[in-house]
């Protein structure tokens, strides 16, 4: 198992298997939904390939760790096996739910911040972490609505799943800021809220994304969560804050809809890993002295 | 401040069954919650309608992913009316959507605004069995990890024959192979042709290092390939080639080819077996 370095990665999708594979491009990570896997015997082939040069990630979307009814044993044992044959770094999934009296709903279905939900949650991730043996990583979701029924903020909610669980955080700015925005809240407000429910190191791992701005049939603005564009300035802006807070830590460019050519992505990447250059020289005096000597600081 | 739990708090497992149901309705009737149960800034169905357009969109997706040549034969709009019609009436139980759609092909028969396509359904399945054998290793990395296919012995000439685990045995009505090439080429005129009446036509498909591959099979060599996949030995797989050549025979729809002959063009020198003596 090779470790997630502290740097930007890529979300992998099977349309780049081949060029990937092909010239093996200056990536530091990759991150891949092991759902696109289980079934695809092909595919895996390729990853398993492209294994043997990258360190890799595991982002489920399936787990549906918020379901009352309890987790897919099933879905469990086909994570365990891609977990056995990838060795990944990290396993992650999302603060969410979409399987409901069997049917599973592809989409990231959201939680009432209850205490019965955070003990569904807490129990769900138990299960799975003993199924996998080893912990997981917990996403926020983007929302779209509120339920009345809250006992918790939701970071106040991911913060208690962590604490009981032993689970790590993946924090996702991009969902911050689409969530935060939704509710007509100041993302930076909504961001300060997740500074104090969450101590700096349980987050193991942030996210970046574009998102689409749509319009409404009453004409109100909606963001969603499509992972289909580049990232916006203001979510790097909040990216940088979270640096500040946080120090370097691994960050993956995730890009889902309309798939661009993987140097795009490339391309966002080495944005992300020039901030976090930039965070790892600010975090430490000596490099920071150093810097200013060699005229870098400013 | 989170707002304290009213009285419109519902159990999860009860909320979830709610969502879910409203997600998948198509009545408009049925796919809001009481607004009482949120407390956004927006109603509550705005954000319903987000998930909902996911969700179907999502499943929309996942089939158009399988089923090529429909979608390019029906068109955008009315694929996704399928889909989507579809998806409310048989959503996946699993994550693996690209697993997810084989009762579609059942599901669009005789689909309203298809009665002019009568080989539809057989399209359909088509896409799916290729779609199915494309997520397969190829044929080098699966003689090297993974699990053996069928295979039989041909006693009387020494070989036993190993089919790679990728292989199928595909049968239609249509000659869908041409009329897939014919929709993704945009060839109404083949297209009319090849759709006007019925041609029974088997196929063998398998996963090579290049992809998917397709070779027609005659009724012989089908029912050879039948009984072999079926678990059948050399001589029952025989029997059976006999049985349909002479069935051909006495019908006079084809010569009679020997049966080694028939063998050796149509499944010996086949990319989807390796021989070995025995």
């Known amino acids: ?298 | 401040m989170p707002p304290e739990s009213g009285p419109m708090a519902l159990p999860l497992a009860l909320l979830q069954q709610r969502m879910a149901a409203a997600l998948l309705a198509a009545d408009p009737a049925r796919q809001a919650l009481e607004e009482t149960l949120f407390a956004g800034v927006r109603p509550g169905a705005v954000g319903l309608r987000v998930h909902r357009n996911t969700v179907l969109g999502a499943l929309s997706h996942a089939l158009r992913q399988s089923f090529v040549s429909v979608d390019r034969l029906v068109g955008e709009a009315f694929f996704d009316r399928m889909a989507i019609e579809y998806a409310r009436a048989a959503p996946p139980a699993a994550p693996q959507l690209d697993v997810y759609g084989a009762e579609f092909p059942d599901f669009i028969a005789g689909f309203p605004g298809t009665e002019r396509l009568p080989y539809l359904e057989d399209l359909a399945r088509f896409d799916w069995q290729l779609d199915e054998v494309a997520r397969q290793r190829g044929a080098e990395s699966a003689a090297a990890s993974g699990p053996p296919g069928a295979g039989l012995e041909l006693e009387e000439a020494g070989v036993r024959l190993d089919f790679l685990p990728s292989l199928r045995l595909h049968r239609a009505r249509y000659a869908v192979d041409r009329l897939r090439d014919a929709i993704l080429a945009e060839d109404t005129t083949a297209l009319e042709a090849l759709g006007a009446a019925p041609a029974p036509q088997a196929y063998a498909l398998w996963r090579s290092a290049a992809g998917v591959k397709v070779q027609p099979l005659s009724p012989a060599a089908a029912a050879f390939l039948a009984e072999a996949l079926r678990g059948g030995d050399g001589a029952s797989a025989l029997a059976a080639v006999a049985a349909e050549v002479a069935a051909a025979g006495e019908a006079g729809e084809a010569g009679e080819p020997a049966v080694v002959d028939l063998l050796t063009r149509e499944i010996l020198t086949a990319g989807f077996v390796r021989i070995r003596t025995t």
Not at chain 1, 101 to 113: N, Q, T
């Open chain 1, 1 to 298: 198992m090779d470790p997630i370095p502290a740097r930007a990665g890529i979300g992998l999708r099977i349309p780049h298997h081949e060029g990937v594979l092909a010239t093996l491009p200056d990536a530091a990570w990759f991150e891949v939904h092991p759902e696109n896997y289980m079934a695809d015997e092909a595919a895996l082939a390729q990853l398993e390939a492209i294994r043997a040069h990258y360190p890799l990630s595991l982002h489920a979307v399936g787990l549906s760790l918020g379901s009352a009814e309890g987790v897919d044993a099933g879905h469990i044992r086909r994570l365990r096996r891609l977990v056995d044959r990838l060795q990944p770094g990290w396993v992650s999934d999302h603060l969410s739910w979409s399987l409901s009296a069997g049917r599973y709903l592809p989409d990231l279905l959201p939680l009432p911040y209850t205490e019965e939900a955070l003990g569904t949650v807490c129990r769900n991730v138990e299960q799975v972490q003993e199924g996998l043996g080893r912990p997981l990583l917990m996403e926020n979701p983007s929302t779209y609505l509120r339920f009345a029924a809250a006992d918790l903020s939701e970071p106040e909610f991911l913060s208690a799943v962590a604490r009981r669980t032993g689970c790590g955080v993946l924090l996702d700015v991009n969902n911050v800021y689409v969530s935060a925005c939704n509710q007509l809240t100041d993302p930076v407000l909504a961001l300060a809220a997740w500074f104090r429910a969450l101590p700096p190191a349980a987050v193991d791992e942030i996210h970046l994304a574009g998102h689409a701005v749509v319009t409404g049939p009453e004409g109100d603005e909606l963001r969603i969560d499509d992972h289909g564009d580049r990232v916006c300035d203001a979510v790097w802006a909040l990216y940088e804050q979270v640096l500040a807070w946080r120090g370097a830590c691994p960050t993956l460019i995730e890009w889902d809809t309309r798939l661009p050519e993987f140097a795009v992505l490339q391309a966002e990447a080495a944005r992300a890993q020039a901030r976090l250059e930039a965070a790892a020289l600010a975090g430490s005096p000596a490099r920071r002295s150093a810097a200013s000597r060699l005229g870098h600081a400013a």
